[in-house]
């Protein structure tokens, strides 16, 4: 079950949901705290840099149903566990090490 959720259902022109995917994209672009206004409510999220886009079109008969979903982790990224991203010791660090 999700800490929180909102949903709303209503009907709108073609244009209008054009406005509000337009909206949507913007306030994506603009940067990490987005702002949307849904039906004169006002929501603000943080978006991750990164985010998982999932795109479907199904059609059954005459109906057609598009869903675009995005996910993001409000995680920290996890530190790299490369050699190159641990700290270098130098010879003189060694050496004090194995004297302590």
């Known amino acids: 079950m999700a800490d929180v959720e909102i949903k709303r259902k209503i009907r709108l022109s073609r244009k209008q949901a054009g406005e509000r995917l ?3 994209g ?4 603009d940067g990490k705290t987005s702002e949307l ?3 004169g409510d006002s929501i603000r999220f943080t978006v991750a840099d990164q985010v998982s886009w999932e795109f ?3 059609v059954e ?5 598009l869903e675009i979903e ?4 409000t995680a920290a ?3 790299a566990a ?3 991203a641990a700290p270098r010791r130098t010879k003189s660090a060694r050496s004090a090490e194995g004297k302590a």
């Open 22 to 24: 337009i909206a949507l």
């Open 26 to 29: 913007k306030a994506l672009v």
């Open 37 to 39: 206004e849904i039906g």
């Open 56 to 58: 479907e079109l199904e």
């Open 61 to 65: 008969g005459d109906e057609m149903e």
């Open 70 to 73: 995005l996910k993001w982790s």
């Open 77 to 79: 990224p996890a530190a």
């Open 82 to 84: 490369s050699p190159a």
